[in-house]
């Protein structure tokens, strides 16, 4: 009897040894079946990595393409235009565009020069617009930055601060207004160098379109 007993036990125990052996391959299979959608999944990934980067070539050379064009559309208008009947026309065009511009700054240059001497001449004329301009200089500087400290001294908000934070606020405007004193100096020195410079000289078309903010050797080749 116990020798049967343990031969049962040997066959239930090779049963049990073919069921865990199944399991096992089971699980093996399902892990593997898992290892293979995880690659797959970065199959995918690297697909819509590269299909994304593909995009992103694709509009940038795009983009190159378009300027190429551009330039070779630009560059077939020159070639027409540099064309012998297009260089006639284009110079013809020039010239009387500099004769149209010649009458009307001429006609502008006796007008303002009939002004310039009604005020004393070129230097009385240059001094009265040198004044004219360092006092709007002093009054930008000085009487807008005052303005502009008063206000904030008087500002709720400036005298909820407390004693250190305000000296502090001081300090940096005194500061800033050092600068600005240093800057409108600057300026005004400029402005007197104006008024040394047009020592011995007249008013005259160079100047004229300068003032306008034209290009004189456009007008008047040398």
Not at 205 to 213: D, P, Q, S, V, Y
Request: negative net charge.
């Amino acid at each position: 009897m116990h020798d049967q007993e343990e031969w049962l036990d040997k066959d239930k125990t090779l049963v049990n040894e073919e069921e865990n052996a199944g399991n096992n391959h089971s699980h093996a299979k399902k892990d593997f079946n898992n290892h293979r959608v995880g690659k797959s999944g970065i199959k995918e990934l690297k697909k819509h990595a590269n299909q994304k980067e593909i995009s992103i070539q694709n509009r940038e050379l795009t983009k190159q393409l378009t300027i190429l064009r551009q330039e070779n559309n630009h560059l077939q208008q020159a070639c027409k235009i540099l064309s012998e009947n297009k260089i006639t026309e284009n110079r013809k065009s020039i010239e009387k565009w500099r004769t149209i511009c010649e009458m009307e700054l001429s006609f502008i240059l006796n007008s303002t020069l009939i002004k310039i001497n009604r005020m004393g001449g070129y230097k009385d004329f240059l001094e009265k617009e040198m004044e004219a301009k360092k006092r709007r200089l002093e009054y930008q500087i000085d009487s807008g930055m005052e303005d502009q400290i008063y206000d904030i001294k008087e500002s709720e908000e400036f005298k909820q601060l407390s004693k250190v934070e305000q000296q502090e606020w001081e300090s940096q405007m005194n500061e800033q207004l050092k600068e600005l004193e240093k800057n409108k100096i600057a300026e005004l020195e400029k402005l007197n160098k104006v008024l040394l410079d047009c020592e011995g000289k007249e008013f005259g078309m160079a100047e004229l379109c300068i003032r306008l903010k034209l290009d004189y050797n456009l007008i008047f080749p040398q």
